[in-house]
């Protein structure tokens, strides 16, 4: 069974610096993982997702991952951090039969 | 907007009732998930169905059952409540049931037991 886990339930960054938010995985299989972020009081939204091929994935708002199979991981960067990006992040990786896993999240803060 | 829709957006309700929370998906897409986000789970698959049948099955209790109309948009039954089963419930839809497809959530039903 595959299965994901979020390092960190909570990162603080200030305006500017750089985010890591990071994310390994489980599977006995060749993954497809995705990261997904919520926003207060609101449902999902994809912001990036690996499947299959070119290992540096990059996403809406200026995130990217990269996959390493070596490393089980897959973690989520952005360059530089902006205010709207505080919000809820989810690691996720989608079995075979469709049976998507979550992480338990990661709270970003963005301070001034 | 991911143009899933969910309704009722709040539900408050007393153990022991039965709720139906609605979901419709996007426009042409066939399957439907469901999800449940509370605090001390966090975000657990339910069940899938793809063009009405149903395709897989998560951590779904045996009071709690769904299904998939004709017209494709599905229903979740919660029954006997409890407590516990308060909780935010998301339904997402993706157009086929291939596990590398983008699912898109709707904006949930936030459902209180009291």
């Known amino acids: 069974a595959q299965s994901v886990t979020q390092l960190g339930s909570h990162v603080s960054v200030s305006e500017g610096a750089l985010v890591l938010l990071r994310c390994n995985y489980s599977s006995s299989v060749p993954p497809y993982l995705f990261w997904y972020v919520q926003y207060p009081n609101q449902g999902l939204q994809l912001l990036l997702k690996y499947t299959t091929g070119a290992t540096l994935v990059k996403g809406i708002n200026g995130f990217e991952a990269e996959f390493k199979k070596s490393e089980t991981s897959f973690h989520l960067t952005k360059p530089s951090a902006h205010m709207s990006d505080a919000a809820e992040y989810f690691c996720?990786?989608?079995?075979?039969?469709?049976?998507?896993?979550f992480g338990a999240g990661t709270r970003l803060t963005v301070k001034p | 907007d991911s143009g899933v829709t969910q309704t009722p957006k709040h539900l408050i309700t007393a153990t022991g009732q039965r709720v139906t929370l609605r979901c419709s998906p996007r426009s042409g897409d066939l399957s439907v998930y469901w999800y449940q986000q509370s605090l001390d789970q966090g975000l657990q698959f339910l069940i899938h169905y793809y063009n009405g049948e149903e395709r897989a099955k998560g951590n779904i209790l045996e009071r709690f059952s769904a299904q998939q109309f004709p017209d494709l948009h599905s229903e979740l039954n919660l029954s006997s409540l409890e407590l516990g089963d308060s909780a935010l419930y998301f339904c997402?839809?993706?157009?086929?049931?291939?596990?590398?497809?983008?699912?898109?959530f709707g904006p949930g039903t936030r459902l209180l037991v009291l």
């Open positions: 996720a990786v989608s079995g075979h039969n469709n049976d998507m896993r």
């Open positions: 997402a839809s993706s157009t086929l049931a291939e596990p590398q497809e983008t699912q898109y």
